[in-house]
């Protein structure tokens, strides 16, 4: 079956853009992370969706970082006035978790972003 | 504060041999250890995964061993080919056990097998 899809595979933009990326869980799967992976910092959680609860937002890193997941299914991600720092791969994770418990997570291929 | 430790960051081994990578925690509530193979250009994939009440997983040539009182797990690749040369993540989460399923990793381990 398909697995987690993300879009674009690369983003190129100027510094003080606003960037959107989009995030498609693999079918069935309520839960949906998103994860940022950075030279110096590793992969760093940013925010947890799952089902109709309030999301986690625990791991962004400032308020020009945003979130939503319509429909419980499509996540996007966006950054608004970018800067060079959120230069970046951005990953999707999905995981079908029931209730109370965890399951494994499955991660899309990445957005490279760059912020120039 | 670096809740999930990771060594070494690099690793060369030859073909045949056993790759070894550790890393140590510190969250006694972590209940679910997953390690992650990612190759350049690839999101991260699922190798293997355990959970605090056993102390060793085998899948094929990758196992797992668990240390609970010593809060350290390590990830062994057995008769290591070129095909494993990747990068190895370690992670910790609770999701196993409440509702913070998000993963903590470890910086990375560049493993490279020499033919």
């Known amino acids: 079956g398909a697995g987690v899809s993300q879009s674009p595979s690369n983003k190129v933009t100027e510094k003080g853009k606003d960037v959107e990326l989009r995030c498609d869980p693999i079918?069935?799967?309520?839960?949906l992370y998103w994860y940022r992976q950075s030279l110096g910092q590793g992969l760093e959680f940013l925010i947890y969706?799952?089902?109709?609860?309030?999301?986690?937002k625990s791991g962004l890193p400032s308020d020009r970082f945003s979130a939503e997941r319509t429909g419980g299914s499509v996540s996007t991600l966006t950054i608004q006035r970018t800067q060079q720092e959120d230069s970046a791969v951005y990953l999707c994770?999905?995981?079908?978790?029931?209730?109370?418990?965890?399951?494994?997570?499955?991660f899309g291929p990445g957005t490279r972003l760059t912020v120039t | 504060q670096q809740q999930v430790k990771q060594s070494p960051q690099s690793l060369i081994v030859q073909k045949g041999g056993i790759s070894i990578i550790n890393c140590a925690y510190e969250?006694?509530?972590?209940?679910?250890f997953p390690w992650y193979q990612q190759f350049p250009g690839k999101g991260p994939a699922l190798l293997i995964a355990?959970?605090?009440?056993?102390s060793e997983k085998k899948e094929g040539r990758f196992t797992i061993s668990f240390n609970k009182s010593a809060k350290q797990f390590s990830l062994h690749i057995m008769d290591s080919q070129p095909g494993d040369s990747a990068t190895y993540f370690c992670?910790?989460?609770?999701?196993?056990?409440?509702?913070?399923?998000?993963?903590?990793f470890g910086k990375g381990t560049k493993l490279s097998v020499k033919p």
């Open positions: 994770a999905s995981s079908f978790d029931p209730p109370g418990q965890g399951s494994e997570q499955y």
């Open positions: 079918s069935g799967h309520t839960a």
């Open positions: 969706f799952q089902g109709n609860s309030a999301p986690d």
């Open positions: 969250n006694t509530a972590f209940d679910y």
């Open positions: 355990i959970r605090p009440d056993v």
């Open positions: 992670a910790a989460s609770m999701g196993f056990g409440g509702s913070q399923g998000n993963l903590i």
